[in-house]
């Protein structure tokens, strides 16, 4: 496999590690701060200059990234590296979800897999607690707004009701 | 020939035009003199108006004047005549009286039983009189009786009549104010009704919110979001 198709295929996994709005907005700053640490001790590897200032998922993704040789020794080549991976996580489509409960992570890693699968789109998730809605969703996606929680699904009951 | 022909003609022309002034001149002269004495006979017959009410009124109160002048002198005549006659009168029974006293026994206890006799004539046609007096009063007491039975029998009747009628408008007022009542109190009702309905769904509709909400577990939650999901797809939002 080629260098370039190998740093295709790395961002590619990174970017489905990447579920949520705060998840990319984490990876950036850590992104930020890696690059700051690029042109300090350039003879130190890249993963212990900054393994105390990234978290430990980050830290896998590197190890991988530095023994496959996807990133290389320069600095600048890391910089240039480094920049590209944040254009591309610039390139998310927002989906935001409003539903009812706390998610976990492997429901929202679901959700995310089912609207890539459909909508065919990188996408990232915003996800807000309302337990107003009671149950379902109300959902964002490019300018259009869908409500199709429980609580509206009431609400129309009891109009039909009072009409 | 010519010549002296229109210079006649001109001057003809010329008198004619001065006698047309002249006669304007006249007209004018004329209207105003006779707009002059409309106003001046105007003038004269509100001054005489004026002064035929100032006349009017003190002629009335000369008359006035006389006839009270007159009516007081005739009072004073006849009070004095009545005065004079009463002198006389009281002279006359004292007179009498004196005479009376002059008379001898005799005659005076023939005077008193003359005079008992009369008084018992007098006192019998006195008693008749009061009794044709009583029976008159008793008659006319019967009468008016009958009258004002009659009468307030005619107002009972009447009043009745009124009271009927006026009971009747009454009854139709308060029927009809009573159906209009009813009418509010039954939409009143129907409002009230209504607005505690849509209390009540929006109660239940907001405790079923709670309740349902609690109910749901973790995994129907989770499988409502993956269904609600499915059927934006369905309508086509994505």
């Known amino acids: 496999m080629k260098k370039t198709e190998k740093i295709k295929e790395a961002i590619k996994d990174l970017k489905e590690k990447i579920i949520t709005k705060e998840d990319l907005n984490l990876t950036l700053e850590q992104i930020n701060l890696i690059e700051d640490l690029l042109f300090k001790d350039v003879t130190t590897p890249l993963l ?25 020794h320069s600095p600048d080549e890391q ?33 995310k897999d089912w609207l890539k699968e459909n909508l065919n789109q990188e996408i990232i998730l915003e996800v807000k607690k309302n337990p ?9 996606y490019q300018g259009k707004y869908l409500d199709l929680s429980l609580a509206k699904k009431i609400d129309e009951i009891i109009e039909q009701k009072i009409l | 020939m010519d010549y002296l ?15 047309i002034i002249l006669f304007i001149v006249f007209y004018l002269y004329l209207s105003k003199k006779i707009k002059e004495e409309k106003y001046v006979v105007l003038k004269v017959s509100q001054e005489f108006e004026e002064s035929l009410r100032k006349s009017t009124e003190e002629e009335l109160k000369k008359i006035i ?14 009070i004095l005549k009545y005065e004079e006659e009463l002198s006389e009168f009281i002279k006359k029974i004292e007179d009498e009286f004196i005479a009376l006293s002059l008379l001898s026994k005799e005659e005076r206890e023939k005077f008193l039983k003359e005079s008992e006799e009369k008084s018992k004539k007098l006192e019998n046609q006195i008693n008749k009189e009061f009794l044709k007096f009583t029976e008159i009063n008793s008659q006319v007491r019967n009468f008016a009786i009958n009258a004002i039975k009659k009468g307030v029998e005619t107002i009972e009747k009447n009043i009745t009549m009124e009271t009927k009628t006026i009971l009747e408008a009454t009854n139709d007022i308060v029927s009809k104010k009573i159906i209009e009542i009813e009418k509010n109190i039954e939409e009143y009702r129907n409002k009230k009704l209504e607005e505690i309905d849509k209390k009540i769904y929006q109660l239940i509709g907001r405790v079923a919110k709670i309740t349902i909400g609690h109910s749901l577990d973790l995994t129907t939650q989770e499988k409502l979001v993956m269904e609600s999901l499915e059927k934006a797809k369905k309508e086509s939002f994505f």
């Open chain 2, 65 to 78: 004047n006389d006839l009270k002048t007159r009516v007081d002198n005739f009072s004073n005549k006849i």
């Open chain 2, 5 to 19: 022909l229109n210079k006649e003609y001109i001057l003809f022309l010329s008198l004619l035009g001065i006698i």
């Open chain 1, 48 to 72: 212990k200059k900054c393994e105390q200032k990234i978290n430990e998922d980050l830290k896998i993704i590197i190890k991988i990234w530095e023994e496959e040789k996807i990133i290389a």
């Open chain 1, 132 to 140: 107003q809605i009671v149950g379902g969703l109300i959902i964002e």
């Open chain 1, 79 to 111: 910089f240039s590296f480094f920049e590209t991976l944040k254009k591309e996580l610039n390139h998310f489509f927002l989906v935001k979800l409003e539903i009812a409960f706390e998610p976990s992570r492997d429901f929202l890693e679901r959700v």
